[in-house]
């Protein structure tokens, strides 16, 4: 037995806004996409900057270290006027290092202090644990105070100099794009090229 076909007048909003010509309705799954396209690229135009200054005075840094460290200087003629060259030494860095008795004594000095320096550390940190949980102790928020505060001011500071790195007006980073025509608002919509408002 067939289903009856519906009239056209007797279909529901949603039919009938078809037919009137209404542009369909995007489903929940384009919606999320299109509004997580534009937040990743707001959060990248953030994280980018980071990670630049993080591989560039970082990463290149501590690489460049390592290959220097099996790489030896080797000066040609007598009066050294000659440009050095770099050579191929391996291990032999690390040989002369471990076999220096003046580098083992320096290693022994930082052993020694770290036997006096961590169980002093863990004593006071655990009386201060003490201090701040305990009832009969006056003025705890003084000490919790005192404690936290050294750790939170740095923080604060650096979101508000990150705020005015992505600041209109004040922010170089800003300036500099507007020179090269790339004009950036991030509080709003990231950037747009050519444009003088967001789209």
């Known amino acids: 037995m ?5 009239d056209p007048a007797t279909r529901g909003p949603r039919n009938g806004a078809e037919q009137a010509g ?9 919606r999320n996409k299109r509004r997580f396209g534009a937040d990743w690229k707001m959060a990248w135009a953030f994280v980018v900057p ?9 990463l290149v840094p501590v690489f460049y270290a390592l290959w220097q460290s099996f790489h030896g200087v080797e000066k040609s003629g007598g009066l050294g006027f000659d440009t050095p060259s770099v050579i191929w030494v391996g291990l032999d860095n690390y040989t002369q290092a471990l076999t220096d008795p003046a580098f ?3 290693v022994g000095r930082v052993l020694l202090y770290g036997l006096v320096q961590v169980p002093v550390m863990l004593g006071l940190a655990l009386m201060m ?3 701040f949980d305990t009832a009969i ?3 705890r928020g003084l000490f919790q105070l005192a404690a936290f505060l050294p750790y939170a001011v740095p923080g604060i500071i650096a979101s508000i100099v990150w705020a005015f790195l992505y600041l209109p007006g004040v922010s170089p ?3 500099f794009f507007d020179g090269i025509g790339a004009h950036v608002d991030f509080p709003k919509n990231g950037w747009r090229s050519g444009r003088t408002g967001c789209g």
């Open 50 to 58: 980071f990670l630049v200054l993080f591989v560039a005075f970082h």
């Open 104 to 106: 083992l004594e320096s």
């Open 137 to 139: 102790v006056r003025m």
């Open 173 to 175: 980073v800003v300036d």
């Open 2 to 6: 067939t289903a009856p076909a519906l």
């Open 129 to 131: 644990a003490l201090i």
């Open 22 to 30: 209404d542009p369909p309705r995007l489903s929940a799954s384009r």
